[in-house]
């Protein structure tokens, strides 16, 4: 009996915990909004027909100015904003054009059938971008729209943000200064045929002249294989993007034989980070520790004499010790030592695919309540509004002020 007891007065502490945060200031100020809207309205209609309400059109040279028509009583509409919901009457008015047609008069500030503002729908769509799902949303925005938003409002404003995506995906390339681009893909799962469906999501990052990472694809496609690859580049080509000046990939071979095939001989860094993991799945447990020590020590020499000089030490080393370490890394050949041929202030940034692993991981944390993503389309379309919604921004690459200098030659990679 007291235990049922306490957890009453639990409940009803919960129910009216916020009850006293009663704030006047922001009270007064919805009260106003409206008063402020349907005055904002009146006074765009008083602009079109050139009179006030109840006013007479002036003769003369007066009369040429405006639009002829006439007011036609008001109509009650709902709005919710970022003040939360109110009712304002909107006026109505008959135009007569020069042909005598007649039409009703469409406020441009107020669209038909708007049943919120846009700042409103941005709000909407900004808090199911940092990770709340769709019926969650209406409890962490009822402070704001008093009555809160049902999950099906939710869907309808993320509608709308497909109309940008769309023309994000089909904007032109030709002007974008790329000289680097990042390549890697990510897996999630999304309901296809109402059946949960791993998918990969191709994601590609350009760099521009002046540093400046900038997301140019993200492409949804059954898995990473070559042709699945050639559809993305070629799409990127055909919208004008130009032949970089280097490129950085996880070693996925279908994307490598994707990008020999439309920019053969361009310089390409395998990752550091993925090769790392390939390292450690070739050897026990008990070694791991002592090849990551060998590896790091390699990977970030000074110079590019220490890198060969400490490359030619490891595959002695792990020949006798355990050959498939060796052998995986000898694999990589010379691209994953490419970065050595850029100006130092460069090899952090140029060294893997971190600048998208970042996002990888964000996106996913971002996903995470959602557990499995409605279509295939909605996780490519979502990838992108975390970048452009600026929920996750990107800064400039280390040593950008050297992008412009020449490459130099590949590292002479000794035997």
């Excluded at 993305?232 to 950085?248: A, E, M, Q, S, T």
């Amino acid at each position: 009996m007291t235990k049922n007891t306490t957890t009453d007065r639990a409940g009803e502490a919960e129910d009216f915990l916020f009850d006293s945060w009663f704030d006047p200031i922001e009270d007064g100020l919805r009260a106003k909004v409206r008063g402020f809207i349907e005055t904002m309205i009146e006074e765009e209609l008083t602009t079109v027909l050139s009179r006030p309400r109840y006013g007479r059109r002036q003769d003369g040279a007066e009369a040429g100015v405006g639009v002829m028509g006439h007011r036609h009583g008001r109509r009650a509409r709902r709005l919710t904003g970022t003040f939360g919901p109110t009712e304002i009457a909107v006026p109505r008015a008959r135009l007569v054009g020069e042909d005598g047609t007649k039409s009703e008069w469409k406020s441009a500030a107020l669209r038909a059938y708007q049943r919120r503002t846009l700042a409103a729908d941005a709000l909407i769509a900004s808090t199911y971008l940092a990770g709340t799902n769709t019926r969650r949303v209406r409890r962490a925005l009822a402070a704001v729209f008093a009555e809160g938003v049902g999950k099906d409002v939710v869907s309808r404003v993320w509608r709308k943000v497909k109309t940008d995506w769309d023309a994000w995906n089909r904007r032109d390339l030709a002007s974008e200064p790329i000289v680097r681009l990042i390549l890697d893909g990510t897996v999630v799962r999304v309901r296809l045929d109402r059946k949960a469906t791993t998918i990969s999501l191709l994601v590609v990052i350009g760099v521009r002249e002046d540093g400046q990472k900038v997301l140019l694809a993200v492409k949804n496609m059954g898995g990473e294989t070559t042709e699945a690859w050639r559809a993305v580049l070629d799409d990127l080509i055909g919208r004008g993007l130009r032949r970089p000046n280097f490129l950085i990939v996880d070693g996925a071979p279908g994307l490598e034989r994707a990008l020999a095939a439309v920019w053969d001989g361009v310089p390409t860094q395998r990752c550091t980070v993925h090769k790392h993991r390939n390292l450690l799945a070739h050897a026990p447990q008990r070694l791991h520790e002592e090849i990551s020590a060998d590896y790091t020590d390699m990977i970030y020499a000074a110079t590019a004499d220490d890198i060969e000089e400490r490359r030619k030490a490891f595959l002695r080393k792990w020949r006798l010790r355990h050959r498939a370490v060796a052998d995986s890394l000898e694999e990589a050949g010379e691209k994953l030592f490419a970065f050595a041929r850029l100006p130092p202030s460069q090899w952090k940034s140029a060294r893997t695919t971190n600048a998208i692993e970042r996002l990888h991981e964000e996106f996913k944390r971002r996903i995470k309540t959602q557990t499995i993503l409605p279509s295939a389309e909605t996780a490519a379309m979502l990838f992108w509004a975390l970048l452009a919604s600026g929920q996750i921004r990107m800064r400039k690459v280390d040593g950008w002020q050297f992008l412009a200098k020449p490459i130099t030659e590949p590292l002479a990679l000794a035997a």
